[in-house]
C-alpha cells in the first residue's frame, strides 16, 4: 500500500470569490486538500512562508506578482522532516499569476522528489492550472507528474464529486 502526503499551500484572509472580495477564515485550497485526507487517508502538510503575504487581496497579489517577477524563493516555517515514506504527493495551490505561489517551489527545490508520483490540483477563480504542471515537471524531472485537476476555489466546499472522480474513489 501506498503512503500519501497531501502537501499544500493555502491563504485565508482576503480572497477573490465570482466578483468579489471577501474574507475567509480557511482557505480554498485547504479545504480541498482536507477533502482529499477524508478520500485517501493521506497525511497532510501545510506549505507556509515565514513572511505571509498581506491579509488584503490586492496587496496579496500585488506580492506573488513581484516574488515570481524576481523569482523569489520565500523562506518556509518548517518543512516536513522527509519524504522517503510517501510515493504519491498530491500538491495543492492557488493560481498564482499562471503557476504555483513561490513558496511551493520552495517546497519542490528542497526535497528530491525522484521516483514520487506527484499529483497536482489548484484552486482558481477562472484561470485553470495556468503552466503551473509544467512547471513542476521541470522541478521535479525525475518524478512522474500526473495529469492535474483545476478547481473553482469559490466551490471548494462542494468540490466532493469532482475530487472522487480524480482519484477514481
Known sequence: MSKILIAFYSRADENYFCGRLKTVKVGNTEIVSKKLQELTGGDLFKIEQVQPYSQGYNDCI??????QKQNVRPELKVYPQSIAVYDTIYLGYPNYWSTMPMA??????????????????????????????????????????????????????????????WIGA
Do not use: M, N, Y
Request: hydrophobic content about 35%.
Open 62 to 67: 500585488a506580492e506573488a506578482k513581484e516574488d
Open 104 to 165: 511551493v517551489w520552495t517546497f519542490l527545490e528542497h526535497f528530491d522528489f525522484t521516483g514520487k508520483t506527484i499529483k497536482p490540483f489548484c484552486t482558481h477563480e477562472g484561470s485553470g492550472l495556468g503552466r503551473s504542471v509544467s512547471d513542476i515537471q521541470k522541478l521535479c524531472a525525475a518524478a512522474r507528474v500526473e495529469k492535474g485537476l483545476a478547481l473553482c476555489g469559490s466551490r471548494a466546499a462542494t468540490c466532493d464529486e469532482e475530487l472522487k472522480k
